[in-house]
């Protein structure tokens, strides 16, 4: 199989490396933090301008047709920076849901501001009791003449407090845990009934708790999909975060080499002692595992059959998981005390890769997935 860049993937690679190299080293991104909303507006300004921001919308929509290749190089280059910018939640989550589900008019109504950077979305779908459970939805839109009324609560919502536009999943029949019946709906951040409380995550990005109490909404602000669409965007946004696991990996384990090429210690770097260099070299061979899944997420992303697909991607999110905690963690022990500050760069990796591990399901969690998957298969085959 070919994995060589085309001419205008390889643009693109150089293009955001540049960004990244140029504007966005350590201190820059602590400057970043510090603004309102937790991210750089000017940043994101310079995503629109360079095309990220429509670079996975069909150019029908105003996009430029890239795939999970782009995506791909896109996020592995955001994971090296520590990217603030909300463009997982925005473009790969909320964009997502509206490029698949979304009809011809909210496209036309939402995507130019999306494309130009002027407006954000969010993705508000994780409930307190859910877990990992996408299909648990409890918060419920009531039909009403002309549109819905929503209630209920969502939790986490990925740079919620920053979103001008929340896609939000309700459930119209069914119980809390049923496949049926859930709707996604668009709600305008300032709607009336809907109020959310914004903090700062534990890796540096930001997160809302949303709060509905009878939020009404037109008929026209339903996507068409349910729980087949989260599913499907969700595993986009897993071979998204595989991508950028790989990203911060590949940083980390460069800033634990460099150290141990510089650190003196009895007279000589750390680096020529063969334990630690035994150490360096399982560090990479971690990196490498991931990187392997990272693109057979990419390359399965759009795999027709949704059973396989899934599959596909809990495979990844087990070695993205696995082998970020293993880089995170050695890369701590090797660099000593300095390893844990706030000051350096080491700690806040390995956050990072600590909450991409979490989101949509840890390595345990996507393991046991995987297991009662075959243990139902062969139960099937059994009774056949």
């Keep these: 199989m070919d994995f060589d860049l085309n001419d205008e993937q390889r643009m693109l690679k150089d293009s955001v490396d540049r960004l990244m190299a140029g504007e966005y080293g350590f201190e820059q991104r602590k400057a970043y933090a510090r603004n309102e909303?937790?991210?750089?507006r000017e940043m994101w300004r310079q995503f629109a301008e360079l095309g990220f921001l429509g670079l996975p919308f069909a150019e029908a929509d105003g996009g430029f047709g890239g795939g999970p290749v782009e995506t791909m190089i896109l996020m592995e280059a955001f994971g090296s920076s520590l990217v603030l910018e909300p463009y997982l939640a925005s473009i790969v989550l909320g964009g997502g849901l509206l490029r698949h589900g979304g009809s011809a008019a909210q496209r036309e109504a939402i995507l130019p501001g999306l494309i130009g950077g002027e407006l954000l979305l969010a993705f508000a779908h994780t409930e307190r009791h859910a877990r990992y459970d996408l299909a648990s939805v409890a918060t419920t839109a009531r039909a009403e003449a002309g549109g819905f009324v929503l209630n209920g609560a969502k939790g986490v919502v990925l740079h919620g407090d920053s979103a001008d536009k929340l896609i939000i999943s309700a459930r119209l029949a069914g119980a809390e845990r049923d496949r049926d019946g859930i709707g996604l709906f668009i709600v305008d951040a300032d709607a009336p009934g809907l109020s959310r409380r914004g903090y700062p995550t534990q890796d540096g990005q930001?997160?809302?708790?949303?709060?509905?109490?009878?939020?009404?909404i037109g008929a026209e602000r339903q996507l068409l999909g349910g729980i087949e669409l989260i599913e499907q965007v969700v595993d986009e946004a897993i071979a998204a975060l595989a991508a950028e696991a790989v990203g911060a990996m590949a940083k980390l384990h460069d800033l634990t080499i460099d150290y141990l090429k510089t650190r003196q210690q009895f007279g000589t770097a750390i680096g020529n002692f063969q334990v630690l260099q035994h150490r360096g070299a399982e560090m990479f061979v971690a990196l490498e595992q991931a990187r392997s899944m990272a693109m057979l997420a990419c390359m399965m992303v759009q795999e027709a059959d949704a059973d396989e697909r899934h599959r596909n991607m809990q495979a990844a999110k087990i070695?993205?998981?696995r082998s970020g905690r293993f880089v995170g963690q050695q890369a701590v022990q090797l660099h000593g005390g300095i390893g844990l500050t706030m000051e350096y760069a080491a700690g806040h990796y390995f956050k990072r890769l600590t909450m991409i591990d979490t989101l949509f399901g840890d390595a345990d969690h996507h393991i046991g997935?995987?297991?009662?998957?075959?243990?139902?298969?062969?139960?099937?085959?059994?009774?056949a």
Excluded: C, P, T
Aim: hydrophobic fraction near 45%.
């Design 206 to 216: 930001r997160a809302a708790e949303v709060e509905l109490n009878n939020v009404r």
């Design 37 to 40: 909303g937790g991210f750089s």
């Design 369 to 383: 997935m995987l297991a009662a998957a075959g243990g139902l298969l062969q139960r099937q085959e059994d009774a």
């Design 319 to 321: 070695q993205i998981g």
